[in-house]
T-cell receptor, first 114, second 112 residues
Framework: KAGVTQTPRYLIKTRGQQVTLSCSPISGHRSVSWYQQTPGQGLQFLFEYFSETQRNKGNFPGRFSGRQFSNSRSEMNVSTLELGDSALYLC?????????????FGPGTRLTVT | SQKIEQNSEALNIQEGKTATLTCNYTNYSPAYLQWYRQDPGRGPVFLLLIRENEKEKRKERLKVTFDTTLKQSLFHITASQPADSATYLCALPGTGRRALTFGSGTRLQVQP
């Protein structure tokens, strides 16, 4: 089975712009979670989607949003970018049944905001 | 508030020895705990999941223990190899159980 894929892998944006990141989960996985990873804060949960519904959201401002499509692919959007949004954005997929079990992570998108 | 602590200092050991990493948590009663490995510039890779009613779990050279009284998990790598060098993260279900909260990770360096 193909793993989790994320596009693009690298992105450079300017403050104030917006960005959309894409994630394709492992085939058959219906849950997609997004995480932000920075050296200072570590790996932090953004939100989780299952069957096109957001089931949980982390402690991030409303500039961070996401959605999931009927084929389980997910996108994440960050509007009005700030320098502090520079990070590695990771998505992870899982079967999504019951408790959130083991997560299968993609390679991440490295976002740099200048 | 919920808190997960992993030793932020790197752990350096000699090849062939057993590496032991610690994950402590407070204000949690997790149904399970997970361990991941992360290499630089890559996403974490799932290693093991241990449930609250399990004391110990093994997978090849890996062993995880889970003490809900001490609120601690220990992660062991036996017969360590330089290829085991990476950052190891523990994770517990977060608020509402539909999220994972990760520790900051411990970097392991295995010297040949």
């Amino acid at each position: 089975k193909a793993g989790v894929t994320q596009t693009p892998r690298y992105l450079i944006k300017t403050r104030g712009q917006q960005v959309t990141l894409s994630c394709s989960p492992i085939s058959g996985h219906r849950s997609v979670s997004w995480y932000q990873q920075t050296p200072g804060q570590g790996l932090q949960f953004l939100f989780e989607y299952f069957s096109e519904t957001q089931r949980n959201k982390g402690n991030f401002p409303g500039r961070f949003s996401g959605r999931q499509f009927s084929n389980s692919r997910s996108e994440m959007n960050v509007s009005t970018l700030e320098l502090g949004d520079s990070a590695l954005y990771l998505c992870a997929s899982s079967l999504g049944q019951g408790l959130l079990g083991e997560q299968y992570f993609g390679p991440g998108t490295r976002l740099t905001v200048t | 508030s919920q808190k997960i602590e992993q030793n932020s200092e790197a752990l350096n050991i000699q090849e062939g020895k057993t590496a032991t990493l610690t994950c402590n948590y407070t204000n949690y009663s997790p149904a399970y705990l997970q361990w991941y490995r992360q290499d630089p510039g890559r996403g974490p890779v799932f290693l093991l999941l241990i449930r609250e009613n399990e004391k110990e779990k093994r997978k090849e050279r890996l062993k995880v223990t889970f003490d809900t009284t001490l609120k601690q998990s220990l992660f062991h790598i036996t017969a360590s190899q330089p290829a085991d060098s990476a950052t190891y993260l523990c994770a517990l279900p977060g608020t509402g159980r539909r999220a994972l909260t990760f520790g900051s990770g411990t970097r392991l360096q295995v010297q040949p």
